[in-house]
């Protein structure tokens, strides 16, 4: 085909470029892309950008220390004494000790499992962190170097998000984005702490992009954790292996048989968002990444919101409620559960939520238990639920219909958590660190790890800090 004087659109499956010459190139967007986290230093984060990675820091060990302290994590146990796994890093809250990837494996499943991780869509921490603790905890890297590999690791997640328009279409292929975009984002952070030059951290990528996975029909049970638990392992392994000379195609991102392509199929998605305006601003500070008021999945969160305002506006009673009218939107794979059988289904159930913010009047971690998810009340405010379909905002828009014939609506633009118009206040980041670490560490430990997170800069060696993220044996 002569391509010489033809222009090619700009939404294609590969990226091609004619050169001066006429001949067709590829544009090196994993390059540009590596070229940037690695040149980037501590110095040069904006001091909002560390207060914001800190705060998100330390709502990841949260989430992964309630899950540490449930009968289920005996799992990671049993499997770890099964293989023999030994090492010199430590899994949150237990500290049973594991190699350096099976840290990350550990840390990751652990802070996804109960889906109270933030999201920003898809789940960035529960891919970077663990990672970052993992290699902090393997190699005594300081705070600071873990708070600008965190930053980065953030960029790219956020990138491949814009990429893919926030990756609607690969979700409706059944792909997970996080165990796909975390584990390239995890190798790019790994890459820029183990000192990779940019031809090793695009091998890097490319081993990562070829190790990621994730099936939305796992959405409601363990294996959801496994997508984070995968990702924060492969991007460390990926690291290591491409130090070690281990080969992988460096444009695994743009390539025309690369992730993107292969995920959502060419022509569906926008590759110079990978590296347009890179670092102006962070992707951490626009657009953000929510920090979860709910244990739940944050697509509900905007239906939830209205319901438990409509109840402390207008004093609400269970007795009172005849019919709610919501779009459940079950043809979604976070939504799918109308009549949830375990607490992870809950988490992704609208009906189930719906049901105890009425009943309760709030959303914690209490009205996500076995004893509540048998709740006679909860069932009851289940069956008066009326599945409404609708499109665009509306899905978002729920009514109340009430015994004395009044029925009440609302609707929420931004649910609270939402990083630029609603965000959660470091007081309330922290009540929730306290309710999540407290389930496995006691009172003055809990205070000492979350200070220790909240001045991470501060920490010469990482290792001093998760010294205070493991409960004594």
């Not at 959405?219 to 954790?225: A, D, P, R, T």
């Amino acid at each position: 085909m002569n391509t010489k004087g033809k222009a090619f659109p700009a939404r294609v499956g590969f990226s091609l470029y004619q050169t001066k010459t006429g001949s067709v190139a590829m544009k090196e967007y994993t390059k540009e892309l590596m070229e940037f986290v690695l040149s980037l230093r501590y110095e040069d984060l904006p001091p909002e950008a560390v207060e914001l990675a800190k705060r998100h820091f330390l709502d990841c060990v949260g989430s992964a220390l309630v899950e540490a302290a449930h009968p289920r994590s005996e799992i990671l146990r049993q499997y770890f004494d099964a293989i023999g796994a030994q090492g010199d890093c430590r899994v949150l809250g237990y500290g049973r000790r594991v190699s350096v990837e099976n840290a990350a494996f550990a840390n990751g499943i652990l802070a996804h499992t109960i889906c109270f991780d933030d999201s920003g869509p898809s789940h960035p921490s529960v891919t970077v962190v663990p990672g970052l603790l993992a290699l902090g905890e393997k190699y005594g890297f300081s705070g600071k170097e873990i708070l600008t590999a965190q930053v980065m690791g953030y960029e790219i997640f956020q990138r491949l998000n814009a990429v893919t328009e926030e990756a609607w279409e690969m979700r409706k292929r059944g792909w997970h984005p996080t165990g796909f975009f975390g584990a390239v984002a995890g190798a790019a952070q790994a890459s820029k702490l183990l000192g990779l030059d940019v031809e090793a951290s695009q091998r890097a990528l490319g081993i990562a992009a070829t190790l990621g996975g994730g099936l939305s029909q796992n959405i409601g049970n363990m294996g959801m954790g496994l997508h984070a638990g995968n990702a924060s392992r492969n991007g460390v392994t990926a690291a290591l292996l491409s130090r070690e000379g281990f080969t992988a195609d460096p444009q695994p991102l743009e390539g025309r048989f690369g992730l993107m392509d292969a995920l959502c199929g060419p022509g569906t998605y926008d590759i110079s968002k990978l590296t347009e305006d890179l670092g102006r601003p962070l992707r951490l500070l626009d657009p953000g990444i929510t920090i979860k008021p709910y244990p739940n999945c944050w697509a509900h969160h905007k239906v939830l919101q209205a319901v438990l305002e409509l109840k402390s506006e207008h004093g609400i009673r269970p007795e009172d409620v005849v019919h709610v009218y919501v779009d459940l939107q079950m043809d979604k794979p976070t939504y799918r559960y109308r009549i949830p059988k375990t607490d992870l289904e809950a988490r992704y159930s609208l009906s189930y939520g719906i049901a105890a913010a009425l009943v309760d009047g709030e959303l914690t971690l209490e009205q996500y238990t076995d004893q509540s998810l048998h709740s006679a009340d909860y069932a009851a405010m289940m069956e008066r639920i009326v599945d409404v379909p609708a499109e665009g905002s509306a899905q978002q828009n729920v009514a109340i219909e009430l015994r004395d014939g009044s029925r009440l609506e609302k609707w929420v633009r931004y649910s609270k958590g939402h990083p630029l118009h609603a965000p959660l206040t470091l007081e309330e980041v922290c009540r929730k660190y306290r309710t999540c670490a407290g389930r496995i560490l006691p009172p003055e430990q809990v205070e000492a790890s979350m200070e220790a997170i909240l001045h991470l800069e501060e920490a010469g060696d990482l290792r001093t800090v998760m010294d205070l993220l493991v409960a004594a044996s």
